[in-house]
């Protein structure tokens, strides 16, 4: 049953409303309780909050490639501990850890790794992998190597699934490129989330991919896609004008942030999804970093490869993102805890568990202060980040 133990008074927000004043009681890894002073149990540990703090549904990072000095590609098991341990102190609780376009033997490696040790990690949890690539448009490869690029191959997916242990719970990939749609459908048929992004694809092809239930995601939405064009609208206004997710790097760097205001205004609230796209330099000092095999210079958070000058992740935190989405366009609360927990845990079907504040569902949460930074990250019950201590009641 596991350990009982309650935080509060604080501002718990909720899907539909923020309960004031309320305390969250858990019980091993789930929410038992939310209630009022008068309704705490007897006998409880209570971490004390100020009623002037929030209860957020705890982030979700689906694309996450590296921090603090380390990268999923570099397939060890510390590697994977890093980024999870940093991720909590952004108050992630889940992430996709994400691969890269590489020699096939090298994201086998990475892909084993996460299998056989990735349940071990102490802070974010790893609830699956995002395969970003090999099966890209080499004209919009982006960051990706394009000496591993290959085509869209439903085969070599099941073998690079295989050796996941059936993890991989969002793929990448250049639907146009994918010949009688055989890999696309085979996403479908298996419940795997087919993201469309490093791709040239035009309007129309976009627009069939689209009705036939063939794409669910795009992947960081306008980066890595053919530009729109008043006589080919391409991929972009065809996934704007449909239902599908767009993920979003909320830096300034990736999207200009009236860009940003434009997207949230046509799609709304519940298909927008932030992610950080991050690399092993965020949270560490400007220089020379490995990305994929390829040498990225980083200053003041721009990110470019050395050899090209393309755009290569960032240094973004989700709370940073999430920071950054309301002072751009004044989003409330309930808004923000959609687009960094709700939108992609039922994307990624983790919904009847994970990404809101219920009773029932996994104690994944985080607290911020009045300065919106976060001081706590609880994820299935166990606190993986504190920073409460010192801190006035």
Same mark, same amino acid.
């Given at each position: 049953?596991?350990?009982?133990?309650?935080v509060?008074?604080?501002?718990?927000?909720?899907e539909?409303?923020?309960?004031?004043?309320?305390?969250?009681?858990? @019980?091993?890894?789930?929410?038992?309780?939310?209630?009022?002073?008068?309704?705490?149990?007897?006998?409880?540990?209570?971490?004390?909050?100020?009623?002037?703090?929030?209860?957020?549904?705890?982030?979700?990072?689906?694309?996450i490639?590296?921090?603090?000095?380390?990268?999923?590609? +570099?397939?060890?098991e510390?590697?994977?501990?890093t980024?999870?341990?940093?991720?909590?102190?952004?108050?992630?609780?889940?992430?996709?850890?994400?691969?890269?376009?590489?020699?096939?033997?090298?994201i086998?490696?990475?892909?084993?790794?996460?299998?056989?040790?990735?349940?071990s990690?102490?802070? $974010?949890?790893?609830?699956?992998?995002?395969?970003?690539?090999?099966?890209?448009?080499? =004209?919009?490869?982006?960051?990706?190597?394009?000496?591993?690029?290959?085509?869209?191959?439903?085969?070599?997916?099941?073998?690079?699934?295989?050796?996941s242990?059936?993890?991989?719970?969002?793929?990448?990939?250049?639907?146009?490129?994918?010949?009688?749609k055989?890999?696309?459908?085979?996403l479908?048929?298996?419940?795997?989330? $087919?993201?469309?992004?490093?791709?040239? $694809?035009k309007y129309?092809?976009t /627009?069939?991919?689209?009705?036939q239930?063939?794409?669910?995601?795009?992947?960081?939405?306008?980066?890595?896609m053919?530009? =729109?064009?008043?006589?080919e609208?391409?991929?972009?206004? $065809?996934?704007?004008q449909?239902d599908?997710?767009?993920?979003i790097?909320?830096d300034?760097?990736?999207?200009?942030?009236?860009? =940003?205001?434009?997207?949230?205004?046509?799609?709304?609230?519940d298909?927008m =999804?932030l992610?950080?796209?991050?690399?092993?330099?965020?949270?560490?000092?400007?220089?020379?970093y490995?990305?994929?095999g390829?040498?990225?210079?980083?200053?003041?958070?721009?990110?470019?490869?050395?050899?090209?000058?393309?755009?290569?992740?960032?240094?973004l935190?989700?709370?940073?993102?999430?920071?950054?989405?309301?002072?751009?366009?004044?989003?409330? +609360?309930?808004?923000?805890?959609?687009?960094?927990?709700?939108?992609?845990?039922?994307?990624?079907?983790?919904?009847?568990?994970?990404?809101?504040?219920?009773?029932?569902?996994?104690?994944?949460?985080?607290?911020?202060? @009045?300065? @919106?930074?976060?001081?706590?990250?609880?994820?299935?019950?166990?606190v993986?980040?504190?920073?409460?201590?010192g801190?006035? /009641?």
């Open positions: 049953m596991g350990k009982t133990w309650g509060g008074p604080i501002q718990i927000v909720r539909q409303h923020i309960a004031r004043d309320h305390y969250a009681i858990i @019980e091993g890894a789930k929410i038992v309780q939310l209630c009022e002073k008068a309704g705490l149990p007897e006998q409880i540990d209570l971490v004390e909050t100020k009623a002037t703090y929030k209860l957020m549904p705890g982030m979700i990072d689906q694309h490639h590296g921090m603090s000095g380390a990268d999923v590609m +570099d397939g060890t510390s590697s994977l501990n980024i999870s341990k940093a991720l909590a102190k952004h108050g992630v609780t889940s992430f996709l850890a994400t691969t890269m376009t590489a020699a096939l033997n090298q086998e490696h990475a892909l084993r790794t996460i299998a056989d040790t990735g349940s990690v102490e802070g $974010a949890k790893i609830v699956g992998i995002h395969l970003e690539g090999p099966f890209i448009n080499p =004209i919009q490869k982006g960051a990706q190597s394009d000496q591993y690029i290959i085509k869209p191959s439903a085969e070599i997916f099941e073998k690079l699934n295989s050796s242990q059936k993890q991989i719970k969002l793929i990448t990939f250049a639907a146009e490129l994918d010949e009688g055989k890999l696309a459908s085979y479908k048929n298996n419940d795997i989330v $087919a993201s469309i992004g490093h791709s040239n $694809a129309a092809e /627009k069939v991919l689209l009705e239930q063939l794409i669910q995601n795009a992947t960081h939405f306008c980066n890595g053919r530009s =729109i064009h008043h006589r609208p391409g991929l972009q206004v $065809a996934l704007l449909s599908s997710k767009l993920e790097i909320a300034g760097i990736h999207l200009d942030p009236d860009m =940003i205001r434009f997207i949230f205004e046509t799609i709304g609230e298909r =999804i992610i950080s796209d991050s690399m092993r330099a965020t949270e560490l000092v400007d220089g020379i490995d990305l994929g390829q040498q990225v210079r980083v200053e003041n958070g721009l990110c470019k490869l050395v050899e090209s000058d393309a755009l290569a992740g960032s240094t935190n989700l709370n940073k993102a999430r920071k950054n989405m309301k002072e751009w366009l004044q989003l409330s +609360d309930l808004t923000l805890a959609k687009l960094t927990a709700t939108n992609s845990a039922k994307l990624l079907g983790l919904y009847e568990h994970k990404g809101s504040i219920e009773i029932g569902k996994d104690a994944d949460f985080y607290i911020i202060n @009045e300065q @919106e930074d976060v001081v706590m990250t609880v994820s299935e019950g166990k993986i980040f504190e920073h409460l201590k801190e006035s /009641k």
